[in-house]
């Protein structure tokens, strides 16, 4: 367990539909990260939160967004869903979010949309 | 770009060692992580080496980095049925508005038959 947790484990959707995942990070850690993972583009960095400020965007459609709230928990909104969105998403957290920090991944929430 | 790049698939016999097997493109300074991702879970951090190291040793793992070809693997000895998942190796580039971001390969699905 590496001490991240993320709700829900799964979420079945339609498209046009929108969704919250949720994620709490390690205790005492003060960055998150959102990745989502799926066949056609594997594991890509969507988002980096550092104490309540966006710090590093990655491939994050416009249509997707964050946040991090003063409880250091995130939230990543998922908009206007498509069936391409259907993806395993996974938060990780580290403690700076420097590149010396390990990160911590949490189990993942798939989505999936129909 | 940051391409980090495996072979898909290996297989080995119960008992034997593993050798999975990475490139990276960036030479700053940078750190290498494997993860583990067993079916329907999460990535499990199981080892990592600081660019400036040749090898690092943790029990059954072994992690040699060779900077010059910019190769990177990692073994596992005597490797048992359990070990079957798919290992991901990732970069985290020192890069200012990157930060700690993680560059991954596509996964390498280990199966070890008894």
């Keep these: ?114 | 770009g940051e391409d980090v790049e495996q072979s898909l698939f290996l297989s080995v016999r119960e008992g034997d060692s593993s050798v999975i097997n990475c490139t990276y493109t960036d030479s700053s300074s940078t750190y290498l992580y494997w993860y583990k991702q067993e079916p329907g879970a999460g990535l499990q951090l199981l080892t990592y080496i600081f660019s400036n190291m040749d090898m690092k040793q943790d029990q059954r793992l072994t992690v040699l980095l060779n900077k010059k070809d910019k190769h990177l693997s990692l073994r596992i000895a005597d490797s048992q049925t359990g070990d079957s998942a798919i290992y991901f190796c990732a970069e985290s580039i020192r890069r200012g508005s990157t930060l700690g971001r993680l560059y991954f390969g596509r996964g390498t699905q280990l199966t070890v038959w008894p």
Aim: net charge negative.
């Design chain 1, 1 to 114: 367990d590496s001490g991240v947790t993320q709700t829900p484990k799964h979420l079945i959707t339609a498209t046009g539909q929108r969704v919250t995942l949720r994620c709490s990070p390690r205790s005492g850690d003060l960055s998150v990260y959102w990745y989502q993972q799926s066949l056609d583009q594997g594991l890509q960095f969507l988002i980096q939160y550092y104490n309540g400020e966006e710090r590093a965007k990655g491939n994050i459609l416009e249509r997707f967004s964050a946040q991090q709230f003063p409880d250091l928990h995130s939230e990543l909104n998922l908009s206007s869903l498509e069936l391409g969105d259907s993806a395993l998403y996974f938060c990780a957290s580290t403690t700076d979010g420097l590149f010396t920090d390990t990160q911590y991944f949490g189990p993942g929430t798939r989505l999936t949309v129909l």
